[in-house]
């Protein structure tokens, strides 16, 4: 298993686990709003009406009306909350406010999930476009690689291993985007695309003879 991946794969954990402990609903809310302005923006306002009902029928397809939202709050929450009366003690008020913030905790989180889903249906609509680089890149480093390789040219191992790390993390980035508990901008997916596309060609013009 390679450095990069398990440096990747423990930066996804960090923010997985911030996103869960830190999530704040109204904040959420904010960014969501934010980042359908932008789509709006570079999409227009049809696209930006095309993700939002894809993203809402997505959202209650596999979360809300598969019962999953509903599990989590039956689980970590009490059926019936407990109510401060006159008689109460402190400690009973203490969970109430515990169970307060856990609700809110939760709501937090499955509004993250919401955006989510909205990220990965913006990550779609812009996907289409710049997917068929991807092969004429690979290719045309490739024949870069043949064409050094008959006429001895210099083949970089440094540019090749930075290339290769440089890849991997790329392949990483979109889950870090679809996680990400801030607003980025609807142009991510055309800048990762291009990123990924000038990685590849670097990647294969400068693959070494003994792979």
Request: net charge neutral; glycine share 4%; charged share 15%.
């Amino acid at each position: 298993m390679s450095r990069a991946f398990i440096l990747w794969l423990l930066i996804l954990l960090c923010e997985l686990v911030f996103v869960m402990t830190m999530s704040n609903p109204e904040l959420i809310r904010e960014e969501m709003y934010s980042e359908h302005e932008s789509t709006v923006s570079w999409l227009g306002p049809s696209t930006a009406d095309k993700i939002n009902e894809r993203t809402a029928n997505g959202y209650a397809y596999f979360f809300a009306n598969s019962g999953f939202r509903k599990l989590t709050y039956e689980m970590l929450l009490p059926r019936e909350k407990p109510v401060i009366g006159d008689e109460n003690t402190i400690q009973t008020k203490r969970t109430v406010d515990a169970f307060g913030y856990v609700e809110q905790k939760i709501d937090g989180f499955w509004l993250a999930v919401y955006r989510l889903v909205q990220r990965a249906n913006i990550f779609w609509v812009w996907f289409p476009y710049f997917a068929l680089l991807f092969i004429p890149a690979a290719y045309d480093g490739w024949q870069q690689r043949a064409i050094k390789k008959h006429t001895y040219g210099y083949a970089s191992p440094v540019r090749y291993q930075a290339s290769l790390f440089v890849l991997v993390g790329l392949l990483f980035l979109p889950v870090v985007y679809f996680l990400a508990p801030f607003t980025i901008t609807s142009l991510f997916t055309p800048i990762w695309a291009l990123a990924l596309v000038i990685s590849t060609v670097v990647m294969a013009a400068n693959v070494q003879k003994s792979i």
